[in-house]
Nanobody, 118 residues
């Protein structure tokens, strides 16, 4: 059974940086791709970045060039390095498995709050 614990969120000024971490258990890394998602108040959850077991990455247009997703398979960890943060990045950030039908994922952890404000 999947269990996810996100951490690293904080309040930062525009232009600042954060590194988010996700500790995962119950995930079969040989078949799963992983992703970071986010959800702002009053908004739908959106896909931020994905990483395959082999380390191939993809990014949403709104974070390309600013965020970097990575994973440590031996430690069952995924990370999101966030640079040049903008107020529109304010959201709760979640990690989870990734697939074409990710909107159908039933389980989500508590997430970690990122607030970008002057």
């Amino acid at each position: 059974q999947l269990h996810l614990v996100e951490s690293g969120g904080d309040v930062v000024q525009p232009g600042g940086s954060l590194r988010l971490s996700c500790a995962a258990s119950g995930i079969i890394y040989s078949v799963n791709s992983m992703a970071w998602y986010r959800q702002a108040p009053g908004k739908q959850r959106e896909l931020v970045a994905t990483v395959t077991v082999g380390g191939s990455t993809n990014y949403a247009d709104f974070v390309t060039g600013r965020f970097t997703i990575s994973r440590d398979n031996a430690k069952n960890m995924i990370y999101l390095q966030m640079n040049n943060l903008k107020p529109d990045d304010t959201a709760v950030y979640y990690c989870n498995e990734y697939g074409r039908d990710w909107q159908g994922i039933a389980y989500w952890g508590q997430g970690t709050q990122v607030t970008v404000s002057s």
